[in-house]
Each structure stands twice: as structure tokens, then as C-alpha cells.
């Protein structure tokens, strides 16, 4: 808790009136990617509190939109519209969700979305991967060709398999590790470019960049 409080994004995020220091990460990414821009409608899993959503949602300005899912509430911000649920309920968060966005289709899907750690490594990496894996089946049932993913991972076992599917998905898949990661975490950031229009039969034999 102490590490916590006296974090400097911590602190930098209470300065500049952001919900979470998670806002440095989608800000450091999105300057380099330049992912977001306006008009576009975002779809942003794992939203709460809402740190990436407010960026996101600046960010798209008035002609676009955000689209954030959570299974804990969220209040409200100018230009999102809030989902309360699962990201397994299809019947009911994802139905409101395909209802919403209606025909404009999604640009980007955002995913920081985390389980809750019990401290078992085995367990807990089986858990964040279940979650990547989830968000990239409704990115590939949301996601315009060319649009793309961006979905925080953590590196062991079944990340290669996922990476797979991702290479399957995207014309070209990147990593990204934001200076406001936390260094002894193990998680990075899978950016998927340019959505294919036809998922690949197999996945590209191709290496990870980090360009």
C-alpha cells in the first residue's frame, strides 16, 4: 500500500486528474502508435475505474465514441457509454454491446483488464490468459478489417499460443512495455495491427518486433 500511494504515476495521476495511473500507459502507447483518433468508437474492456476509457474518449472527441465494459461500476465520463457485467455474457453485456454500436462498427479494442491475483503463478497466469483469450474472440466478432487490438498480457505459459492466434488475426503483431508498467511485473502489452478481413488459415511463422 505504502509502494502505492507514494508511486510517481500515482501521484502524477492525482496531479493531472486522471482516474488511474493505468493512463500513462494507453498515453505512452498512443504516441508512439497513434491507435486513437478522432471519430473513431473504442471499445474498452475491463474499463474501471476508467482510466483508459477518459483517454480514449478525449481522444475520439465528439464525432467518436467509447464503449467500456466492466463487472464493477464506473462513473460516469462525458462520451462513454458504460456496460455493467461479464465479458462471457454474450446474451446480455455483449448483446447490449453489438446493440449499441449498431453498423458503425469498432476501430480499437482496448483490453487492461486484469483477474483477481490470488498469488499462485500457475493459477493466476491460466486466468489472464483465459481473459486475452476472451478479448480476442470479441475482437474478432467487433473489430473492423484494418481496425486494431491492443491487450495486456503476461508472459508464460499459453502466450505463445495466444501470440499464434493474434498473427492469425492482425497483419502484424507488436509488443509494447509503457514506462508506467511496473518493472518487476511481467506483464507487456500485444498491439495487433490492421485486422485482417479474413482471419488466416495458420498462423504466419513470423517473429515478435518490438519496432
Same mark, same amino acid.
Given at each position: 500500500?505504502?509502494?502505492?500511494?507514494?508511486?510517481? !504515476?500515482?501521484?502524477?495521476?492525482?496531479?493531472?486528474? !486522471?482516474?488511474?495511473?493505468?493512463?500513462?500507459?494507453? %498515453?505512452? %502507447?498512443?504516441?508512439?502508435?497513434?491507435?486513437?483518433?478522432?471519430?473513431?468508437?473504442?471499445?474498452?474492456?475491463?474499463?474501471?475505474?476508467?482510466?483508459?476509457?477518459?483517454?480514449?474518449?478525449?481522444?475520439?472527441?465528439?464525432?467518436?465514441?467509447? !464503449?467500456? %465494459?466492466?463487472?464493477?461500476?464506473? *462513473?460516469?465520463?462525458?462520451?462513454?457509454?458504460?456496460?455493467?457485467?461479464?465479458?462471457?455474457?454474450?446474451?446480455?453485456?455483449?448483446?447490449?454491446?453489438?446493440?449499441?454500436?449498431?453498423?458503425?462498427?469498432?476501430?480499437?479494442?482496448?483490453?487492461?483488464?486484469?483477474?483477481?491475483?490470488?498469488?499462485?503463478?500457475?493459477?493466476?497466469?491460466?486466468?489472464?490468459? *483465459?481473459?486475452?483469450?476472451?478479448?480476442?474472440? %470479441?475482437?474478432?466478432?467487433?473489430?473492423?478489417?484494418?481496425?486494431?487490438?491492443?491487450?495486456?498480457?503476461?508472459?508464460?505459459?499459453?502466450?505463445?499460443?495466444?501470440?499464434?492466434?493474434?498473427?492469425?488475426?492482425?497483419?502484424?503483431?507488436?509488443?509494447?512495455?509503457?514506462?508506467?508498467?511496473?518493472?518487476?511485473?511481467?506483464?507487456?502489452?500485444?498491439?495487433?495491427?490492421?485486422?485482417?478481413?479474413?482471419? *488466416?488459415?495458420?498462423?504466419?511463422?513470423?517473429?515478435?518486433?518490438?519496432?
Amino acid at each position: 500500500m505504502r509502494e502505492h500511494v507514494n508511486d510517481f !504515476y500515482v501521484q502524477q495521476a492525482k496531479r493531472e486528474g !486522471y482516474r488511474s495511473r493505468a493512463a500513462f500507459k494507453l %498515453i505512452e %502507447i498512443n504516441k508512439r502508435d497513434r491507435l486513437i483518433v478522432q471519430g473513431m468508437t473504442v471499445v474498452d474492456l475491463g474499463a474501471t475505474p476508467g482510466g483508459w476509457s477518459q483517454i480514449a474518449a478525449g481522444l475520439v472527441g465528439s464525432s467518436g465514441h467509447v !464503449y467500456a %465494459i466492466d463487472l464493477l461500476p464506473m *462513473a460516469p465520463l462525458r462520451n462513454v457509454t458504460f456496460i455493467q457485467g461479464s465479458i462471457d455474457d454474450d446474451d446480455n453485456v455483449m448483446q447490449q454491446l453489438r446493440t449499441a454500436t449498431g453498423t458503425r462498427g469498432v476501430d480499437l479494442v482496448i483490453s487492461d483488464i486484469s483477474p483477481n491475483i490470488s498469488g499462485i503463478g500457475l493459477v493466476d497466469q491460466a486466468r489472464v490468459m *483465459a481473459l486475452a483469450e476472451r478479448t480476442l474472440e %470479441i475482437t474478432a466478432s467487433y473489430l473492423k478489417p484494418g481496425g486494431n487490438l491492443l491487450v495486456k498480457v503476461f508472459q508464460g505459459q499459453g502466450f505463445e499460443a495466444f501470440l499464434r492466434s493474434m498473427r492469425a488475426l492482425f497483419a502484424e503483431v507488436v509488443t509494447r512495455k509503457p514506462e508506467a508498467s511496473r518493472g518487476r511485473s511481467n506483464e507487456i502489452y500485444l498491439l495487433g495491427k490492421r485486422r485482417r478481413a479474413v482471419a *488466416a488459415a495458420a498462423a504466419p511463422a513470423l517473429p515478435l518486433s518490438s519496432k
